[in-house]
């Protein structure tokens, strides 16, 4: 167990719709990534949040947002989605400074979209 | 911009057999380089990473080189074992120092 959590683990729902994925992240860690991995993919890059602002943006779509809230914890938000979408989102955490660039992974929200 | 090439991206060895991963970086600036295993269904975990100012690192069974000079990095894996079969993934921090490139991902095999 990496000490990150995600919620929900699975997430069937229909094109069009829209969904939030959460996360919280390691006790003591300010920095939250969200990755996509599609079916047979590799780790795509998302977004990353360190200590409630937005730090690195990767191949996010405009469609896709995300904020980290005071407590640390993440919601990603997927919006008009379509079948593309469908994937295993993680999302990992890290200390944040230079002392430590360790992510830690947790458990991923598989999504399909209908 | 960022990118990770990573090679094979498939790799079948007997067990017992060494394996070895290889990736390339673009990012001069780039100074952290992580190695993860994910197994079927799981989430990616950390096997072992190495900075730019250390030439190699070995973690029993795993080791990892890195070649500043030639922007790549390599995974070696000695006396293979079935539970190795996974999918592995190299990375390279990238612009921003705690941001990573992962590279595409090498699906490793290892036959009893």
């Known amino acids: 167990d990496s000490g990150v959590t995600q919620t929900p683990k699975h997430l069937i729902t229909a094109t069009g719709q829209r969904v939030t994925l959460r996360c919280s992240p390691r006790?003591?860690?300010?920095?939250v990534y969200w990755y996509q991995q599609s079916l047979d993919q590799g780790l795509q890059f998302l977004i990353q949040y360190y200590n409630g602002e937005e730090r690195a943006k990767g191949n996010i779509l405009e469609r896709f947002s995300a904020q980290q809230f005071p407590d640390l914890h993440s919601e990603l938000n997927l919006s008009s989605l379509e079948l593309g979408d469908s994937a295993l989102y993680f999302c990992a955490s890290s200390v944040g400074d230079l002392r430590s660039y360790e992510q830690y992974f947790g458990p991923g929200t598989r999504l399909t979209v209908t | 911009g960022e990118n990770v090439e990573q090679h094979p991206s498939t790799l079948s060895v007997q067990e017992g057999d060494s394996a070895v991963i290889k990736c390339t970086y673009s990012?001069?600036?780039?100074?952290?380089f992580p190695w993860y295993k994910q197994e079927l269904g799981k989430r990616p975990q950390l096997i072992i990473d190495i900075r730019s100012n250390v030439g190699e690192k070995k973690d029993q069974r795993i080791a990892v080189t890195l070649n500043k000079t030639a922007k790549h990095f390599s995974l070696h894996i000695t006396e293979t074992q079935p539970e190795d079969s996974a999918v592995y993934f190299c990375?390279?921090?990238?612009?921003?120092?705690?941001?990573?490139?992962f590279g595409p991902g090498t699906s490793l095999s290892v036959i009893p």
């Open positions: 006790s003591g860690d300010l920095s």
């Open positions: 990012d001069s600036a780039s100074n952290y």
């Open positions: 990375a390279a921090s990238g612009a921003s120092y705690d941001k990573v490139i």
